[in-house]
């Protein structure tokens, strides 16, 4: 089964910056998209970043300008660097990939454990 283990988290305080690094068992090349997620406590959990494999990117509104996506095929390995942290942005961050080999085929969706970031004073 697919692994995609989550790392770089920790506490910071507000402005603050860290880097989230995802490292998958298989070449994320083989993915037609990577992503990132985040669940607060008592919250749905919502979409954060996500990057194709035709390096298309898509951001929530809530981090555009201050997060980005990206990969490295070579290390099989998808980051996200996040700047200009605010409060708002404390969650359980996972990793995500999709699978669909075909337009029309199955759609699978892959899950990392998570990574706690937690920004306060």
């Known amino acids: 089964q697919v692994q995609l283990v989550e790392s770089g988290g920790g506490s910071v305080q507000p402005g603050g910056s860290l880097r989230l690094s995802c490292a998958a068992s298989r070449s994320i090349s083989s993915f037609n998209a990577m992503g990132w997620y985040r669940q607060a406590p008592g919250k749905q959990r919502e979409l954060v970043a996500r990057?194709?494999?035709?390096?298309?990117?898509n951001y929530a509104d809530s981090v555009k300008g201050r997060f980005f996506i990206s990969r490295d095929n070579a290390k099989n390995t998808v980051y996200l660097q996040m700047n200009s942290l605010k409060p708002e942005d404390t969650a359980v961050y996972y990793c995500?990939?999709?699978?669909?080999?075909?337009?029309?085929?199955?759609?699978?969706?892959?899950w990392g454990q998570g990574t706690q970031v937690t920004v306060s004073s």
């Open positions: 995500h990939a999709e699978l669909q080999i075909f337009r029309q085929s199955p759609r699978y969706d892959y």
């Open positions: 990057v194709t494999n035709d390096d298309n990117t």
